[in-house]
T-cell receptor, first 113, second 114 residues
Framework: DQQVKQNSPSLSVQEGRISILNCDYT??????FLWYKKYPAEGPTFLIS?????DKNEDGRFTVFLNKSAKHLSLHIVPSQPGDSAVYFC????????????FGGGTRLMVKP | KAGVTQTPRYLIKTRGQQVTLSCSPI?????VSWYQQTPGQGLQFLFE???????NKGNFPGRFSGRQFSNSRSEMNVSTLELGDSALYLC?????????????FGPGTRLTVT
């Protein structure tokens, strides 16, 4: 069973507008959530993270929101740029599970000029 | 600071053979994790090593094994290769700090089994 799900396999956004990528999880033991960006033929690049004790974390154009009651998190990118076009993965880690990450299936973001 | 390096970048093997992949973590990082990425299963955790000890293991058969050396470099081995082992194998390193779980990934080794 998929413990972390990204229900939208792709998203297309106009340059300058907001991109919103969504992620749902089922395991209530998850206490830390991360977003990674991946270009073809490269490893994932860490973007931003959030602890379960927070509901929002901001870093420049990137903001992650966490709704624990709904077991839902989202990544907002404002403004979107063509260089943001990549596959975005949501990942979660559980307390007492070391650095083991459970990944979602990814969302391909395309930002059109 | 140099990033995570993985060798080789590409590998072609035949069913039944075995393969060893190598990973050098970021300097100072003591935790190394391995992941398998396939189109069907996505990114899946294989195992994590810290201080030369396996700390966590994912749901993979015993044909998949790994080790870590005293300098934190890590290797993973896959024996008796199957066609389904064709994948991108990613290594990630991390500072083991309480409450911090950021992991930094290498470029991966693309393994093709024929």
């Amino acid at each position: 069973d998929q413990q972390v799900k990204q229900n939208s396999p792709s998203l297309s956004v106009q340059e300058g507008r907001i991109s919103i990528l969504n992620c749902d999880y089922t395991n209530s033991m998850f206490d830390y959530f991360l977003w990674y960006k991946k270009y073809p033929a490269e490893g994932p690049t860490f973007l931003i993270s959030i602890s379960s004790i927070k509901d929002k974390n901001e870093d420049g154009r990137f903001t992650v929101f966490l709704n624990k009651s709904a077991k839902h998190l989202s990544l907002h990118i404002v403004p979107s740029q063509p260089g943001d076009s990549a596959v975005y993965f949501c990942a979660a880690s559980a307390r007492n599970a070391g650095n083991m990450l459970t990944f979602g299936g990814g969302t391909r973001l395309m930002v059109k000029p | 600071k140099a990033g995570v390096t993985q060798t080789p970048r590409y590998l072609i093997k035949t069913r039944g053979q075995q393969v060893t992949l190598s990973c050098s973590p970021i300097s100072g990082h003591r935790s190394v994790s391995w992941y398998q990425q396939t189109p069907g299963q996505g990114l899946q955790f294989l195992f994590e090593y810290f201080s030369e000890t396996q700390r966590n293991k994912g749901n993979f058969p015993g044909r998949f094994s790994g080790r870590q050396f005293s300098n934190s470099r890590s290797e993973m081995n896959v024996s008796t290769l199957e066609l389904g082992d064709s994948a991108l194998y990613l290594c990630a390193s991390s500072l083991v700090i309480s409450g911090s779980h950021e992991q930094y990934f290498g470029p991966g080794t693309r393994l093709t089994v024929t």
